[in-house]
Each structure stands twice: as C-alpha cells, then as structure tokens.
C-alpha cells in the first residue's frame, strides 16, 4: 500500500507539474535530474542500514542493545547525510555543469538542504517503526509527504502563481518535515531517549549491508543512467524531460514487482535455511509467473498505444517520448524475472555476485549508451538501455537457472495456469445469475 500510494502520488504530481506549472520541457527535465540525484542518495542510504536496522532489532530482546544498535545506525545515517550535503554545497556547480543543466540545478540542490536533513529523522523514524512491525506510522508519513507536496503544487497551480524550480525543493522540503513530525508521533513509544551509538554495532551494520547498499547504488543509478548521458551527451534538458516521461510511466508497471520483493525476501529467506533449494525454485518462479502475468497485457497495450498515454499523461510537447516509452515496455516484459532474480540472490546469502553481476550491468550499460547515442542521436539512450536489458535478462537467467535450477517452461506452466485462473474467473463474474422464484 506505501509503496502503491507513493508512485501513484508520484505520477499524479508528475502529470501537475508537466501539465499546469512547468509546460517547458527544459524546467521538467532540470526538474527530473534533481529527482534521480536525490533518489540515488535516498534509497541507496535506506539501502545500507534499513535492513540491518530491522534485523538486528526485532532479533533482540535486550533494551540496551536495541538502543546501540539503533544510535549506531543514526550515527551513519546523520553521517553520510552531512557528507551529502557537503558535496551537494562544494560540488553541485560542477555537476550541474557538467549535465549542461545550468545554474538551476545548482540552485534547486541547494535549497533542499533543509529537506536532506529532515530525511535523517524520518528514515530512522522509519527503521523504527519497522522494526517493530509497526506499518502505521511509516504509512502516515509517507503519505503526509505526498499530500502536502500535491497540495502546495495544486494551490500554486490554482493561483496563478509563477514559479521556479527551486520553488519545487522547498516545497518538498517542507513536505518532508511535516511527514517527520508526523512518523515521529506514532514513533514516540518505541524511542527509549537514551544516545548510545557502539562502535562494535557501527562496524557490523556496515558488514552486514555492504555488498547490498554497493548493489543499491549501482541498480539507482543504472535506473537513470539514461537521463544523465543524454543530458551529457545530448545537452539537452527538453530530451531528459522525454525520457523521465517514460520512465515515470514505467515505475507504475513496475509496482507489483517491486511490492513483491517486498513480501518474497523473508519467505526466500526463511526457505533457504529451512526447506532447501527446491523450496526457493518454487517460490521464484511462483511469483515471476504472477507477475508477468500482470506485466505482460499491461505493456502490450502501451506498446500499442504509446502516443495516447504520453498525449493523456503530459501532452502534444512530450510526443516524441512515445519510441522511448515503446522500448522501456519491451524491457518490462522481462523485468520482473530480472528484478525477482536479483531480490533472491541477496536473500539467499549472494550479495557478493549480485553486486558483480550489478556492477557489470551498469558498466555495459554505460558503454553500450554511450555508443547509440553518438550513432543514432535522441533515441540512442534508449536503444542502448534496452539492448542492455534484454542481454542482463538473459544472463540473469542462467545465473539463477545455474544457482537454484530456476527453468523457463516451469515459468510458463505456472504463467498458463494463472491465465486459466483468470479466465475461470472472469467467465464466473460475468456469467448471467439464475433468477429466483
């Protein structure tokens, strides 16, 4: 549901800010290169302390030990947040330069400092109500985050008044902050007030999400490689607009795959320990057949229709995002047995070689972009992200073919299987009821 309400909120503000505030496709596309960098950050931190968070906390019962361990990983998230935003105050300008984005960027990385800070409590606010397997909170904040974000935009709108991008950092600065107050309020019985970070529990936070923040940041940025080379290459903030266009619409095909993850790492887990290699195979190839199942028809229509999604969502000035779009649902066919192949590897102890395979990805991505945008221009990048991902799914296919005996005939019998399901029961729903006497 959290991750539903924020994509789905994601792409309603999208379609405010594309449709009635920012119609230029140069501030859109300044506008998506300050979203992808501060994502990259985000989830790459979540990444790394997240999961040990929760770990090691809902695996202990000692109050003094959940205490270290939950001031050690506020310790490293506050730290990498200020070395962060110190990069951000040193470096934006060369970034920006070096995208050709202009002094906006600049400007616009530089007044969400406010909005990086706020995000150190409430990604720890978040850890702890997690941990505790408490969902409320969490949900509440995330919402409160895009409500206010959506509101303050939709007024903006509304009124008539003129803005700049960087408006849009404060705007989600101040949303950020009110989410914090918020998720901290249904955090309030889990703190114990008490700051006692351990050196031992700061080293292990670190080892247990090595090779997994390390996969994070490479699968963050080989998720907006495409935006960054064209702005590089194709100096061009209009195209970045087109293509985060696409990709927009994408992550919203992309929601059940990444929800299942979700759901399916602590079963994985606990059936790798327990029930064997068998058990996993089952699993896998269970959860890529439903979700290709949901996938497939979902971008075939977008295959067919993609000048009318791209006119609907954003209108006449993003047209040409259509082949971009056409190319990005080729590659969603094969992504949910690429991302669940990558989900399994980590949560059967094989975070090491998905960080080689994430690492190799990324580097002929950039490789392989880097060339279609020299020979073919516009829709290079495109060219060389789907190439890039029809060849990943192949080997992640053998990977774990050769890691749990994963087999595509399995997938598709289980596929057929769920098409019946639906079938049977749509036939069932529509059939005409027998009247009654």
Not at 258 to 279: H, M, R
Not at 361 to 369: D, F, G, K, R, W
């Amino acid at each position: 549901m959290q991750r539903f309400s924020v994509t789905l909120f994601g792409l309603i503000n999208f379609v405010v800010l594309i449709r009635w505030l920012f119609p230029k496709p140069e501030q859109m596309g300044t506008w998506s290169l300050f979203l992808a960098i501060t994502t990259i950050f985000e989830t790459t931190k979540t990444g790394l302390l997240k999961n040990a968070h929760i770990r090691y906390v809902s695996s202990s019962d000692a109050t003094d030990e959940k205490t270290a361990i939950a001031s050690s990983s506020f310790l490293i998230n506050a730290s990498i947040s200020i070395l962060f935003i110190g990069l951000i105050v040193f470096f934006s300008q060369d970034v920006s330069k070096w995208l050709h984005a202009g002094t906006e960027l600049t400007t616009t990385l530089l007044w969400f400092v406010p909005g990086l800070a706020a995000m150190i409590f409430f990604s720890h606010m978040e850890a702890i109500q997690q941990s505790h397997l408490d969902f409320k909170g969490v949900f509440a904040g995330y919402f409160t985050r895009q409500l206010l974000f959506f509101l303050l935009i939709c007024g903006t709108a509304l009124l008539h008044i003129t803005i700049t991008v960087p408006w849009l950092a404060l705007y989600q600065s101040a949303s950020i902050i009110v989410g914090t107050i918020v998720i901290t309020l249904y955090s309030r019985k889990y703190i114990i007030g008490r700051f006692d970070p351990s050196k031992a529990w700061i080293k292990k936070i670190f080892s247990y999400g090595g090779y997994i923040f390390g996969s994070g940041l490479l699968g963050n940025i080989f998720a907006s490689v495409d935006q960054f080379m064209v702005s590089k290459y194709i100096q061009s903030t209009a195209w970045v607009a087109k293509y985060s266009t696409a990709s927009k619409l994408n992550q919203v095909v992309d929601i059940p795959s990444y929800s299942a993850a979700e759901v399916i790492f602590p079963k994985v887990s606990k059936a790798s320990a327990t029930e064997g290699k068998d058990k996993v195979r089952y699993l896998y190839e269970k959860m890529v057949a439903i979700l290709m199942a949901f996938t497939i028809p979902t971008a075939i229509f977008v295959i067919l229709f993609p000048k009318l999604i791209i006119y609907v969502i954003a209108g006449k000035a993003y047209l040409d995002a259509a082949p971009i779009l056409q190319m990005y649902m080729i590659t969603g066919l094969f992504r949910p047995m690429q991302n669940q192949a990558a989900n399994l590897l980590n949560s059967i102890g094989k975070t090491r070689l998905c960080f080689i395979i994430n690492g190799i990805s990324l580097a002929v991505n950039l490789l392989i972009n880097y060339i279609c945008l020299k020979h073919i221009g516009y829709y290079g990048s495109a060219v060389g992200t789907m190439i890039t991902c029809l060849l990943g799914a192949t080997c992640w296919y053998f990977i774990i073919r050769h890691q749990i005996g994963a087999a595509l005939p399995s997938m598709a019998r289980h596929l057929a299987d769920y098409y019946k399901l639906f079938f049977t029961y749509a036939k069932g729903l529509f059939a005409p009821q027998p009247s009654g006497k």
